[in-house]
């Protein structure tokens, strides 16, 4: 059986992308792998082993195309609203809140926030599928 362990991202500035994470999501570096061409830091949080890998790509200093097949990142919190309200102050870019419904059935509540790099995360609320 497999075992997902982390996904990826391309990152154009180390510093601010961790400082994003951490604050947004409280990720904290796990690991940071320095290679000539290129730096991997590993983030993740208390409540799980699974990582998100920031690739920073040394010299690069264009943004990244993200490219029409990239969709999002998706996390799950425990008070939604109260998320909303500290991503608002903590002045990260964060879209309106969606109640996503199939038909009557409440599928999630959610935001998306985007990262320094353009990069969309789903914000959704423990609840629905996402119990």
Not at 12 to 38: H, K, N, Q, T
Not at 75 to 102: M, S
């Amino acid at each position: 059986m497999a075992k997902l362990v982390h996904t990826m991202i391309r990152v154009l500035d180390e510093e601010r992308s961790v400082d994003f994470y951490r604050r947004a999501f409280g990720l904290e570096i796990a690991d940071r792998l320095d290679f000539p061409d290129f730096t991997l830091v590993y983030m993740r949080g208390e409540a799980v082993a699974f990582e998100l890998e920031l690739t920073i790509n040394k010299g690069r200093t264009e943004p990244y195309e993200l490219g029409d097949g990239y969709g999002h990142l998706a996390v799950v919190v425990d008070d939604l609203d109260a998320e909303y309200q500290r991503f608002g102050a903590e002045g990260l870019t964060i879209g309106k809140l969606v109640d996503f419904k199939n038909g009557d059935t409440q599928v999630a509540r959610f935001f998306f926030a985007t990262d320094p790099d353009g990069y969309k995360i789903e914000v959704i609320g423990r609840g629905g599928r996402f119990g």
